[in-house]
């Protein structure tokens, strides 16, 4: 246990510190990146609407002893070296080279610059005599207008830079950044998965072997925020983030599950046409009377699929009838000459989802994703005081966990089977070492009134009164949460700062005032977690005067909250800060109270002026009498 506080307050401080650095306020090094993983979002050319088209995750490696600093499963596949510009606070890729590494059918990877041109008209280039030429190229295919993306082979582009590290968020993503933008260049990158060869484009042994994919631009997300490692059926191994969404108790947030970086979906209006995209995070419910959680299957990515017509290949000395009418005018200048051109339609035919779910029976119905998970510890963690960061200090409450996700499997529509859909990953299971998850308890005094009066009570002077309702917001049950404490301080405070503040009362001068009960309604106060937690409390000032404490000059108060845990060694944590200016009535009260019933045979209850219920007035003073509806101020 002590050993995981440690561990749990060394984070929180490299969280608070990395939180409260101004942006972008100090250089990065490749030393900082190491390790840390790396989401990345391929975006599609204009013709894919430039939304995303694949999104995965990785992690930055840095080489120490070489001084190389490392993409690993760049494209979710391969290790990229990239080049750290220290000065521009970027990193260039390589164009041009031959990498390799992958699996499957993405063992190796080129990746160059094409040129994407208007779809009206589009200048081709050729060499003819030794000297540079140009030709226009027509572009209706199958008589819809189209356009072709080239590589440009006089380009002298080795690598291709991103912009600088930014920690402002870019396509509504908040994570520090770094982004291969195509608009910084008058070309896209083009990405030629091989699972054999490895030759350039513009040579004459390019086929329909390479799958290619052309993006406009290249995001890649740095996280920063990691609470989590999982392992998978399929040995892999990674990190992940894991936090309940915001002002939910059950439902979870996933980032970077399956390690496939953040995902996407696409939408479409009532005919079925492309309307838009947006990102979204796999989520999941948890029921802790059953420690099980359920990911509902959902879209999870996709495809856009403009009408594309192949890439144009080496022809030599002629006019190639062939190529007419399905891939539009071509034109050669001098043998060889090397075309690779890949064209595309600007009609967007529609997109390939994929989809997350356990498995699709025979019947093409998707099943949701099943799991479980164990408490291991709960604690609370901080710094200084037991305030909680939820009322504006430093107290957060964490719980560790084991999780087991079952099988999981990702469907593509374009990968075609049964139902229109194929599997593209596969997990049996996937287990995940949660080093902490924040449940810290969240409540706030609502529906509330406050009124101060020169003499509600007889003989006490100023009384401050307060009617209200504690409410549980945010994690009551996680940590059992049993009882509340209401505690009233002099002073007007929003949030805890100060030495006042760290105090095992929550602050030096607060009094706890859940008994002063009204002694006009003989409200008994219950503010347990299973009532409605409704209080209404007269406090007499003298309480503070009496103790020492000094009441303040604008005559202003705060109450607060103090919640008080089931669990065997988690300490009270404070809550709810409430500030009231003050406010004041010359209203006294009245000699008796309400309407006059009768006493009949009812039972007689005592109250003293501090509304603390009394077996019967033994000593002298004033007491409050009540009988059924039949209430009156006695005097012993």
């Not at 050669?332 to 090397?338: D, E, H, R, V």
């Not at 009164?465 to 301080?489: Q, R």
């Not at 501090?610 to 009498?625: H, T």
């Amino acid at each position: 246990m002590r050993k995981f506080l440690s561990r749990l307050t060394a984070m929180l401080m490299a969280v608070i510190a990395w939180v409260s650095a101004a942006p972008d306020a100090e250089a990065i090094t490749p030393e900082d990146l190491d390790g840390k993983p790396v989401m990345q979002v391929f975006f599609g050319n204009i013709y894919q609407g430039e939304g995303p088209t694949v999104s995965t995750a990785g992690v930055f490696r840095y080489d120490a002893a070489n001084s190389q600093l490392y993409i690993d499963r760049f494209r979710g596949r391969i290790s990229v070296p990239v080049e750290w510009d220290a000065a521009d606070q970027c990193f260039y890729l390589p164009l041009k080279t031959k990498l390799t590494g992958g699996t499957g059918n993405y063992r190796s990877l080129i990746m160059d610059l094409v040129q994407g041109q208007s779809w009206n008209i589009i200048q081709a280039r050729g060499v003819l005599n030794g000297r540079i030429v140009t030709a226009e190229i027509g572009t209706t295919i199958n008589q819809r207008p189209a356009a072709c993306y080239m590589t440009d082979k006089f380009a002298q582009y080795e690598s291709v830079g991103t912009t600088a590290y930014s920690t402002a968020p870019h396509k509504y993503v908040d994570m520090p950044n770094f982004v291969l933008d195509g608009s910084d260049y008058p070309y896209s990158l083009l990405c030629v998965n091989s699972p054999t060869n490895n030759v350039a484009l513009n040579t004459a042994a390019a086929s329909n072997n390479y799958g290619i994919a052309i993006y406009k631009q290249i995001a890649f997300y740095v996280m920063e925020r990691i609470n989590a490692h999982a392992s998978d059926s399929n040995g892999d191994n990674y990190d992940l983030q894991i936090a309940f969404t915001n002002g939910s108790d059950t439902q979870l947030q996933f980032e970077n599950l399956y390690n496939q970086g953040i995902r996407y979906e696409y939408y479409s209006n009532a005919a079925g046409a492309f309307t838009g995209w947006d990102f979204k995070w796999i989520t999941g419910e948890i029921d802790r009377s059953t420690n099980t959680i359920t990911i509902p299957y959902d879209i999870t990515g996709g495809m856009m699929v403009p009408t594309t017509f192949d890439y144009m290949r080496y022809q030599s000395g002629r006019y190639n009838q062939n190529y007419y009418y399905d891939y539009g005018y071509m034109y050669n200048f001098n043998s060889p000459i090397y075309w690779t051109g890949y064209w595309f339609n600007n009609v967007v035919d529609g997109y390939a989802n994929q989809v997350l779910a356990s498995d699709m029976p025979s019947n093409g119905s998707f099943r949701d994703i099943t799991g479980s998970f164990e408490v291991k510890e709960v604690s609370h963690v901080t710094p200084h005081h037991q305030w909680a960061h939820t009322a504006k200090g430093e107290l957060h409450t964490y719980e560790k966990w084991d999780v087991t996700i079952d099988k999981s499997v990702f469907y593509n529509q374009a990968a075609t089977t049964t139902y229109n859909y194929g599997v593209e990953l596969n997990y049996d299971w996937t287990n995940i070492d949660v080093d902490y998850i924040d449940v810290t308890h969240h409540c706030e005094i609502t529906d509330w009134d406050a009124w101060q009066y020169d003499n509600i009570l007889p003989g006490q002077g100023n009384c401050f009164e307060m009617k209200g309702k504690i409410t549980p917001l945010k994690h009551n049950h996680h940590v059992d949460v049993t009882s509340y404490d209401l505690y009233l301080v002099p002073g007007y405070y929003d949030k805890p700062e100060g030495d006042l503040f760290n105090d095992e009362n929550g602050h030096a001068h607060g009094i706890k005032v859940t008994d002063y009960v009204d002694p006009r309604n003989m409200k008994t106060n219950s503010l347990s977690t299973v009532d409605d937690g409704s209080f209404h409390i007269v406090v007499p000032t003298s309480v503070f005067t009496d103790a020492g404490i000094p009441l303040d000059s604008n005559k202003d108060f705060t109450l607060y909250v103090r919640a008080k845990y089931a669990t065997p060694g988690l300490d009270d944590t404070f809550h709810a800060l409430t500030p009231v200016r003050g406010s004041y009535s010359t209203t006294a009260i009245p000699e008796v109270f309400g309407e006059d019933a009768g006493f009949g045979e009812q039972p007689v209850q005592y109250f003293d002026l501090n509304g603390r219920m009394v077996s019967e007035p033994l000593s002298s003073g004033i007491y409050i009498r009540k009988q059924g509806n039949k209430v009156e101020k006695i005097i012993r």
